[in-house]
């Protein structure tokens, strides 16, 4: 499994402002996690059968498919994206 992690590839998005409740990273944080659960509603991406999650004693775990449980309840505002695409775009590739 850590290799299958590791392989995978990741972005790292360059937000240049505090972290704080009100900041434009807790923004962006806060709605991809409400736009990637599954809590609640139509499983669009569905964990295999394999995934630990599904044995959590957290119902929020078991049903988002995600394992952070902060906004996983919350409805995404879909203004967000163009906050994160302008993050993606202002990203100096390492």
């Not at 995978?8 to 505090?18: M, S």
């Not at 609640?40 to 059968?49: F, L, N, S």
């Amino acid at each position: 499994m850590s290799t299958y992690i590791r392989e995978q590839p990741f972005l790292w998005v360059d937000v240049d402002d505090e972290p704080r409740a009100d900041s434009d990273r807790a923004h962006i944080e806060q709605n991809a996690i409400a736009l990637l659960s599954n809590f609640e509603g139509q499983t669009v991406d569905p964990r295999d059968d394999g995934w630990l999650g599904k044995y959590s004693r957290s119902r929020a775990i078991r049903e988002s498919g995600l394992w952070n449980v902060n906004h996983v309840e919350e409805q995404y505002d879909p203004d967000f994206l163009d906050l994160l695409e302008d993050a993606v775009e202002d990203t100096t590739p390492l």
